[in-house]
């Protein structure tokens, strides 16, 4: 059974640190691209962050210089460092673990989420 299981969520005022973690379980985790998404109430899920499963990062442009994905294979983790935090950072995020099958196929799969919320 595949599980993600996220945490490290919480209120955080504007400036703020938080960091984000991902533990994965029943895949093999070091084959697997990782990335964190989130989604805003009323906007769509949208990629934040991702590393390949060679370790080759990339950032949305509103999280660059802000945000950093790293991943330890060693204890199945990734994780999400999100420094300088802004209210429109506000929002549920989530990690995702996706494997290319073929050339037009991926096995994916998604955690729970846990909710970040920028205020003062």
């Known amino acids: 059974q595949v599980q993600l299981v996220e945490s490290g969520g919480g209120l955080v005022q504007p400036g703020g640190s938080l960091r984000l973690s991902c533990a994965a379980s029943g895949i093999i985790f070091r084959t697997y691209a990782m990335g964190w998404y989130r989604q805003a109430p009323g906007k769509q899920r949208e990629l934040v962050a991702e590393?390949?499963?060679?370790?080759?990062?990339d950032y949305a442009d509103s999280v660059k210089g802000r945000f950093t994905i790293s991943r330890d294979n060693a204890k199945n983790t990734v994780y999400l460092q999100v420094d300088s935090l802004k209210p429109e950072d506000t929002a549920v995020y989530y990690c995702n673990a996706e494997r290319r099958v073929t050339t037009d196929t991926f096995t994916t799969y998604w955690g729970q989420g846990t909710q970040v919320t920028v205020s003062s």
């Open positions: 590393i390949s499963s060679a370790g080759i990062t």
